[in-house]
């Protein structure tokens, strides 16, 4: 079976980290991603003004182009496009005179309604192949590994699009389970990383991050999960500085979501590109016996 | 004794059209705010703001506008969105926000100018920070 899916723009470039396992998980899992032919940036924030239509143009016009090629669902791994994607489709079926606005401008011939469902990978993993049956495929169990589950914003807020309780979430931490790791409750699992501040304040990271970093590994976390390329960036960022300006504070590797999926469903460790990762996650992995030995690629000789 | 407000209100102070404005672009209706502090207590901006997200709402709803104008909590915020969600009035303060750095930013007036980031910076940062910065702090 095939899932419509939608990338977004930094998982080609700084997050293939985040899109290859996944790519290659899902069709290991039998459920293929099945890129959009044709697909523009969502925008990354979603517009919080009232009189604001023109910055819902490019996620609605994405979530035409769905409707127009059939399908019923649309798969994002960016926790940002998710957000963005589906408070635009929220609007699309509750605003009328929104909508039609939006229809005319956009005049793609169909009068879009927000028929089309999106849903975050963790959903699919979820509600349409469950946790049971994805332990029962799991081939490289991640025992021995303390992983923190980091939400972040946008997954979780506003309520109306979030994919677990705001409040309580446990999507990430039975996600784990099921791969064999042992998840650590924090409570700073659904603090702000910075955001888009990063542009405005870069300065101000560095305490974003800290009372996050602070928090997960006194609570025993060896590592982080993550599920977007921001919180990445920002939190890779932070604790670099941390660790320049904090005598003792030690850097933490960061995993996307889906390289644990690849690692633990036993495709080959090229998949996931942890070269792309911030806090050595390979010395980790080797060091609780994770790694599996991949023979190197000989260059061609000229 | 008693702590001097810092507030001078007055009706030639107040500024209505201001008001009207943020409620217009926030859709939130000022007066549902009941002042309890949730917002700032919830906030991980809020140490770095120099006025907390709730004198935020209680000097939009005066029409303050220079006092709110004058600080740099709008351009602080990073719309996470926990303020939203831990409102017990369903209060959208997020909007609130949004519809001010709007109000300042329609003036043709960029808070962050693309040009000003360094070039090590702009090679540094991911397409998901450029644009949601740039959507956020440009007009």
Avoid at chain 1, 212 to 220: E, K, T
């Amino acid at each position: 079976m095939n899932l419509a899916y939608y990338p977004g723009c930094t998982l080609k470039t700084r997050a293939r980290n985040l899109e290859e396992p996944a790519v290659a998980s899902m069709e290991a899992l039998g459920l293929k991603l099945d890129e959009l032919p044709r697909w523009n940036c969502c925008g990354a924030v979603y517009s919080l003004a009232e009189d604001d239509l023109i910055h819902k143009v490019a996620p609605v016009r994405n979530l035409i182009r769905v409707r127009k090629q059939g399908a019923s669902e649309l798969v994002t791994l960016c926790a940002f496009c998710l957000n963005t994607l589906k408070r635009a489709n929220l609007l699309m079926k509750g605003d009328a005179e929104k909508r039609d606005t939006l229809n005319d401008f956009i005049d793609e011939g169909i009068a879009y309604r927000g028929e089309v469902k999106v849903v975050h990978l963790l959903e699919v993993l979820r509600d349409e192949i469950g946790w049971g049956i994805l332990a029962g495929k799991v081939r490289l169990p991640l025992r021995q590994l303390r992983l923190a589950p980091y939400y972040g914003c946008t997954l979780l807020r506003p309520r109306e699009v979030a994919i677990d309780n705001p409040e309580n979430p446990t999507v990430l931490g039975e996600f784990l389970k099921a791969l064999g790791a042992s998840p650590v409750d924090f409570p700073e699992s659904t603090r702000c990383c910075g955001s888009y501040q990063v542009m405005n304040s870069p300065d101000a990271i560095t305490e974003y991050a800290r009372p996050i970093f602070n928090s997960a590994s006194s609570h025993g976390a060896e590592a982080l999960v993550l599920t977007c390329p921001l919180c990445d960036y920002n939190l890779g960022r932070g604790q670099r500085e941390l660790a320049k300006k904090q005598g003792g504070f030690k850097e933490m590797p960061l995993f996307y979501f889906t390289q644990l999926l690849a690692l633990a469903l036993g495709l080959s460790p090229h998949v996931c590109h942890f070269e792309l990762n911030h806090g050595s996650p390979e010395s980790l992995l080797r060091e609780k016996d994770l790694l599996p030995r991949v023979e190197s690629v000989q260059p061609i000789g000229g | 004794m008693t702590k001097k407000a810092s507030v001078t209100v007055s009706h030639r102070r107040l500024g209505r059209e201001f008001v009207r404005k943020v409620k217009e672009l926030s859709g939130q209706n000022l007066q549902l705010c009941y002042q309890c502090g949730m917002c700032t207590g919830n906030c991980p901006a809020a140490v770095n703001m120099d006025v907390s997200p709730r004198r935020i709402i209680e000097l939009a709803r005066l029409g303050l506008e220079e006092e709110i104008a004058g600080s740099k909590t709008v351009w602080v915020c990073a719309s996470c969105l926990a303020c939203t969600v831990n409102c017990p009035r369903g209060f959208d303060l997020s909007k609130v926000m949004e519809a001010i750095r709007l109000l300042a930013l329609r003036k043709n007036v960029d808070r962050v100018r693309p040009e000003d980031v360094a070039p090590e910076q702009r090679c540094d940062l991911p397409q998901i920070a450029m644009v949601s910065g740039l959507r956020k702090f440009t007009g």
